[in-house]
């Protein structure tokens, strides 16, 4: 659980890394796609990026169904208290 | 009109009595076809199909050989020898064609006739000059093709005569051909564009009357040469140019009866298959063609398609043995020096390989989506995908689970194909890449990403 806080804020670093945009704009409420403009290869990269970041799998269905940052913060979440409790 | 509503069943319909994957689609018909010639209507029963004794014949060593370099004698026998395989044992792939002129051609026909195949038959091509047929007879042939033009194009401009004098002179070489014991098959050249009631009509009553007169086997055969490509297939389409009303007129007003009657297409207006085919449902039962559709200019029926339309229409495979199709494909370019295109059905390297992402992506989840039957039962080829800038992570997918021959739940998901993929779209957004990733670089971005995987499908020999 000391790990949670921690979440929010290297989900947003990798998006800001990957998708290059300054860190200080990306917003909980943007959509990959459409607000920050993703490609397919940069969507699975990110996902990539999660897993190796947090140290777990994501169900890659599950995984590209998530639309927004505030999303997969929320679901990197679950993923890790089912992985790591 | 009737108002229609979209039904949702609890399971897919897929329509699977026509395209059962693990067969080739079937062809079916509703009710007959309905033509109208000189005025009356005629009626065309498609079911009539399965009951007559619908062949493929082959000209690859003869009509094939005057659009290519010449096959070496080995080369025929080996080619002859895999059509045999191909056709089964009812002879599906009936009899092919050779030359005799020259020594080459003799030995390739000797050598075909000592392996002592039933199928394919092997028969002669000469001119109709009756010194000839001393060819056929001493090499042991049954039957042979001959020319016999039949338009104005062919008799008054290139053989400088005129029709009773070209009349005379087939009609006699038919007489000596039977008189030697050999079965005349008169081709009947540039025929789509001959005067029907003129000329072609009366030439084949006299090869009616004389059939009459001969026993079965040195009866004359008529072959409709097509020589450049004008027959079209449409319904309602005229004279001299309609398949079906010549394919009629010649069965039922020259009196040739359909197991003695062969359409020879060419291709010029891209009409070469469907023109075959469209014989075979309307009274011939004779469609000859090449391998890969080589033939003089833009070529002959392809062999390859008119044997799937084969199995479509008759709505079995008849003993057909498909996946030596992919053998003759690979002795043709390995051994033959043929660069067949590739994107040539069911031959070319690339005829079921996608590079589309979102077919891939279709692909992988039900190869049924975007293959067009169980290539790898038919053909012995699973489809492919060939990877560049339009493949997408799907692509990717696609291509390293196939390579790797993992399915279902074993395959490689895209989230771990992320730094490949990466690679990928480089190439062509950083480093202005046109051309496809080779098989060679994908394999290496596997060493390079994918190690423990490649070492698990080698010790599985998937790889």
């Not at chain 2, 004794?53 to 009509?63: G, H, K, W």
């Not at chain 2, 081709?187 to 001969?214: C, M, N, S």
């Not at chain 2, 450049?228 to 449409?234: A, E, W």
């Not at chain 2, 199995?311 to 057909?320: H, K, S, T, V």
Request: glycine share 8%; net charge negative; with cysteine.
């Amino acid at each position: 659980m000391g790990e949670q806080p921690d979440v929010g804020q290297t989900v947003r670093r990798i998006v800001s890394e990957i998708l290059e945009r300054p860190l200080e704009e990306i917003q909980d409420h943007h959509a990959f796609v459409e607000d920050l403009d993703a490609e397919s290869i940069q969507s699975v990269e990110l996902m990539a990026a999660f897993e190796e970041a947090f140290g777990i799998e994501l169900d890659e269905e599950e995984a590209m169904a998530v639309k927004t940052v505030g999303a997969a913060i929320e679901f990197i979440r679950r993923c890790i208290r089912e992985q790591k409790p | 009109m009737t108002p229609r509503d979209v039904t949702n069943p609890a399971s897919p319909n897929l329509l699977e009595d026509v395209f059962d994957y693990d067969g080739v689609p079937k062809i079916l018909f509703d009710g007959p076809i309905v033509e109208v010639i000189d005025g009356k209507q005629v009626t065309f029963d498609p079911a009539e199909r399965k009951t007559r004794d619908l062949v493929i014949t082959d000209t690859t060593f003869r009509d094939g050989q005057q659009a290519r370099r010449p096959y070496t004698a080995a080369q025929i026998v080996e080619l002859y020898r895999m059509l045999s395989r191909l056709g089964g044992p009812a002879g599906v792939i009936r009899q092919s064609e050779f030359f005799l002129y020259s020594r080459k051609d003799r030995e390739a026909v000797d050598r075909c006739l000592a392996l002592g195949l039933a199928y394919p038959e092997i028969t002669g091509w000469i001119r109709a000059d009756k010194g000839d047929f001393k060819l056929v007879k001493n090499i042991g042939l049954k039957e042979t093709g001959m020319l016999t033009s039949s338009s104005d194009y062919h008799i008054y401009h290139k053989m400088k005569t005129d029709r009773r004098a070209a009349l005379e002179k087939y009609l006699a070489v038919v007489e000596a051909a039977i008189e030697a014991g050999v079965r005349p098959r008169c081709h009947l050249e540039d025929v789509t564009r001959a005067d029907l009631d003129g000329f072609v009509l009366p030439f084949v009553q006299h090869l009616a009357r004389i059939a009459e007169q001969a026993p079965e086997p040195l009866r004359p055969k008529v072959r409709l040469c097509d020589t450049m490509g004008f027959g079209v297939s449409y319904p309602g389409a005229a004279l001299p140019r309609s398949v079906p009303k010549l394919v009629y007129k010649i069965v039922h007003e020259g009196g040739i009866p359909s197991e003695r009657l062969e359409w020879h297409g060419h291709n010029d207006f891209h009409k070469a298959h469907v023109n075959g085919a469209t014989c075979w449902l309307y009274g011939c039962d004779a469609v000859n063609t090449t391998l890969v559709g080589y033939g003089e200019r833009t070529g002959n029926p392809p062999l390859e398609g008119a044997v799937f339309e084969y199995i479509g229409l008759r709505g079995n495979p008849c003993g057909i043995d498909t996946t030596v199709l992919t053998e003759i494909a690979a002795y043709l370019q390995d051994a033959c020096g043929m660069q067949i295109p590739p994107n040539q059905p069911f031959l070319g390297r690339n005829f079921n390989t996608t590079r589309a992402g979102i077919h891939a992506d279709g692909l992988s989840s039900d190869e049924r989506i975007y293959n067009i039957f169980n290539t790898e039962k038919l053909l012995n080829r699973s489809p492919g995908i060939i990877i560049n800038d339009k493949s997408g992570i799907d692509g990717v997918a696609l291509w390293v689970n196939h390579y790797l021959g993992l399915r279902g739940p074993d395959r490689i998901g895209k989230i771990k194909l992320a730094r490949i993929g990466r690679w990928i779209v480089d190439q062509y957004e950083k480093h202005g890449r046109i051309t496809s990733i080779s098989d060679e670089e994908m394999l290496d971005l596997i060493r390079e990403h994918l190690p423990e995987q490649l070492e698990a499908a080698r010790a599985r020999r998937t790889v």
